[in-house]
């Protein structure tokens, strides 16, 4: 019975959602370097300092290119790997475990998968030991045709987690070089980045970059080291372009998650008074309260497309979560996933982001499933909305569709109906499912 709601939703609701729009195809058979930026929050592209702003190069990959501002991470306790995998599948991971680790031998539709149709190579690319968030396994299941882990990089320089971002990147050329070389194909090739990671304290090797009041507090080595992987982005862009690798490409890169920055480091940088040198008080009329759904909207991490050609020059303001990434993307390169949960963006003008543990939010409110209140964005008051038990409801309702196709293994049991050419008529699915 449950086997057959969850098959029901997703012919009715999820599949053939094909749209049609300026931006259908427009980076048809391209190479495709997916950036997946490690704890890359968006409130830090804004930041600057005497040196300058915090992530200049960022800033104009996100001025060139197609920007969404209002962009959030949609991952439970698997962070980096549950971003991954949302990422490529347009589901959203488990909610009472790690996706990557318990339900690697599951069937997906992955954004490679369906390049693979299309006759791409693709390949994934991390510094870190290859069994971390058991991507050895997932990254496989995911349908990547190769891994380059840890042991296909020379560790030369490390910082924080292990092998740096710059190194990371500038070997990473020469294998995307040797492959584009040796695959006659289009190539999508994923790049993990670590560098910038929690708890940010290897900050003698980041480089000099002064951030003023914040010197010496964890929200100011936050920053330093974004500035670092700023710095280790340019120079895989720019290397990239020296080596003719972005003349018929596109860039797609996310924030993987927030980086667990806490609420008086927040108000370090938003109630700080340049003219006396000192803090505001909650008395003071310039006071920003870093209040719960304040925080929530500076979890916000960057999702941006760009391309050396094409100059979009467009910021999205939107709500957008992790699964629409792949319906958007989708879109613009030709396929379709039939079991997709999110929406392309540029389809739609309202959205509404759904988190694994029941949180949700759309352009004015955020819904917390543990206090079970609805705060406005606009004062943090909590709001009386009559159809709240009905929208929840329905929230609950796709979380679960999510979970019961990861736990269930709907996909290989759909996907199999679909090889014997069992494309079911509403008559024909209830026979089949009673
Ligand atoms: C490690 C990396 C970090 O390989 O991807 O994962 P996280 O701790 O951010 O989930």
Do not use: C
Request: glycine fraction near 6%; avoid cysteine.
């Amino acid at each position: 019975e449950e086997v057959s709601v969850v098959l029901e939703d997703l012919v009715d609701g999820n599949l053939n959602t094909e749209t049609v729009n300026e931006y259908s195809d427009i980076f048809k058979g391209r190479d495709i370097y997916v950036i997946h930026y490690e704890s890359a929050q968006a409130f830090a592209m804004d930041q600057e300092f005497e040196d300058g702003p915090v992530t200049p190069f960022l800033n104009k990959m996100a001025s060139e290119g197609l920007y969404f501002n209002n962009f959030y991470p949609q991952h439970s306790v698997g962070t980096s790997s549950d971003t991954e995998f949302t990422f490529n599948t347009s589901l959203l991971p488990i909610n009472n475990g790690t996706v990557f680790m318990t339900h690697a031998n599951r069937e997906y539709v992955s954004l490679q998968k369906l390049l693979k149709q299309e006759g791409y190579y693709s390949m994934s690319m991390h510094g870190n030991n290859g069994d971390f968030w058991n991507r050895n396994m997932m990254h496989k299941t995911l349908g990547y045709d190769r891994f380059f882990s840890k042991n296909d990089y020379v560790i030369d320089e490390e910082i924080g987690l292990g092998l740096s971002d710059k190194s990371f990147f500038r070997q990473s050329i020469e294998k995307i070089k040797e492959t584009k070389e040796q695959q006659n194909s289009p190539v999508i090739s994923t790049l993990i980045t670590l560098t910038n990671h929690y708890p940010f304290d290897d900050v003698d090797k980041y480089g000099e970059f002064n951030v003023g009041h914040l010197e010496g507090t964890d929200i100011g080595n936050y920053l330093k080291s974004f500035h670092y992987a700023d710095e280790a982005l340019q120079t895989f862009i720019e290397g990239m372009d020296q080596e003719g690798l972005l003349d018929n490409a596109i860039v797609v890169l996310y924030g993987d998650h927030h980086a667990k920055i806490s609420k008086s480091d927040y108000e370090k940088v938003y109630n700080y008074d340049e003219t006396t040198e000192d803090y505001y008080n909650e008395e003071d009329p310039q006071y920003t309260a870093i209040n719960g759904v304040y925080k929530e909207q500076l979890k916000r991490t960057p999702f941006i497309i760009w391309s050396k050609d094409k100059k979009i020059n467009e910021t999205i303001n939107t709500p957008m979560g992790m699964v629409d990434a792949l319906p958007t993307l989708s879109n613009m390169l030709g396929i379709l996933n039939p079991y997709q949960l999110g929406v392309d963006m540029m389809s739609v003008k309202e959205n509404t982001v759904v988190f694994p543990d029941g949180d949700w939010l759309n352009s004015n409110h955020y819904y917390s499933a543990s206090s079970s209140k609805l705060y406005s964005f606009n004062n943090d008051e909590v709001i009386e909305d009559p159809d709240l038990i009905a929208t929840n409801h329905m929230i609950d309702e796709k979380i679960e569709l999510s979970n019961n196709i990861i736990q269930n293994d709907l996909i290989r049991f759909f996907n199999g109906l679909l090889a014997q050419n069992k494309v079911l008529t509403p008559e024909q699915r209830s026979i089949m499912y009673t």
